[in-house]
């Protein structure tokens, strides 16, 4: 019989990032298990990934264009926001699958061994998948409106890379967090409906007093949805101190989220 032995490490090795590797296979598995369950008892299935943004794109469309009336960088208000609502729902989709994940699969952590990091990486992939459907919705707006994406297209693989990465720092380390915190799986969609006000998804981040643009770009997603307008619209291109901070923010969580769930994850099957 075969027994897995852990050990405990320290540094970089306690990261253990050929172990991950080794299973792939799973991690890929577990992505393609929460798409199946997500979409698999819906009555109109994956369109809820185009009614969703769509529902989005209507209410900020009515409360920042109609209402408040804010520029939008030359180009159509809908393009504008749209553009920024899917680097958004990419991240609050999968932050917030991601940050359950270890709770949610409580009786089956608590039974066998698997890299248990897994299990948050495999819910921020699988929301890809809504971003694939609702570039969809992009193109018919582009077509309307007439608009042609630039050479700049070329730059939009980094920005999703860049928003993948800091959706699963902040994902991993929640997800620990919420083992031993319960209550903050309460706080998670507060903060998350507050962030979609405060980051430029129904405005442009220029409209922000030049003397708080440094703070602002501490939010990576303020570089990272500027980036996804440049990218499919060619509107301003992120400013480049923004980007590098938002940029080592981004690297910092994944960092900071790997140690942090690597330190606490001895625990979880005693705690949950």
């Known amino acids: 019989m075969m027994h897995t032995v852990i050990r405990r490490s320290s540094g970089w090795t ?3 990032l050929t172990e991950i590797w080794r299973y792939r296979e799973l991690l890929l598995f577990f992505a393609w298990r929460d ?3 997500r979409y698999k008892q819906t009555v109109i299935g994956v369109v809820w990934a185009l009614i969703r943004p769509a529902i989005s794109l209507a209410v900020l469309v009515f409360v920042f264009s109609r209402l408040a ?4 960088d030359g ?3 809908p393009l504008l926001a749209l553009a920024g609502l ?3 729902q990419l991240f609050s989709n999968g932050f917030g699958e991601s940050s359950a994940a270890i709770l949610g699969g409580s009786s089956m952590i608590s039974k066998i061994y698997f890299p248990r990091i897994i299990a948050p990486l495999s819910a921020t992939i699988g929301s890809l998948v809504d971003l694939v459907i609702t570039f969809g919705l992009v193109t018919v707006l582009m077509l309307y409106f007439g608009f042609k994406p630039g050479w700049q297209i070329a730059a939009l693989p980094f920005f999703i890379a860049l928003c993948m990465v800091f959706t699963c720092g902040l ?3 929640f997800s620990a967090l919420i083992v031993k915190y319960r209550d903050l799986r309460h706080v ?3 903060v998350l409906q507050i962030g979609l006000y405060v980051s430029p998804v129904g405005f442009s981040s220029s409209i922000v007093p030049a003397r708080y643009q440094l703070l602002y770009s501490i939010n990576p997603m303020v570089s990272i949805i500027d980036g996804f307008r440049w990218s499919l619209l060619g509107t301003k291109p992120p400013d480049p101190v923004a980007l590098a901070i938002g940029t080592g923010v981004t690297i910092l969580s994944l ?5 942090y769930f690597k330190r606490t994850e001895r625990e979880f099957a005693d705690i949950i």
């Open 14 to 16: 306690s990261l253990n």
């Open 35 to 37: 798409i199946l369950v």
């Open 69 to 72: 009336k804010l520029p939008s």
């Open 75 to 77: 180009v159509p208000y």
């Open 86 to 88: 899917l680097p958004w």
């Open 171 to 173: 994902g991993v380390l």
């Open 188 to 190: 998670i969609p507060f």
């Open 255 to 259: 960092v900071v989220g790997a140690f």
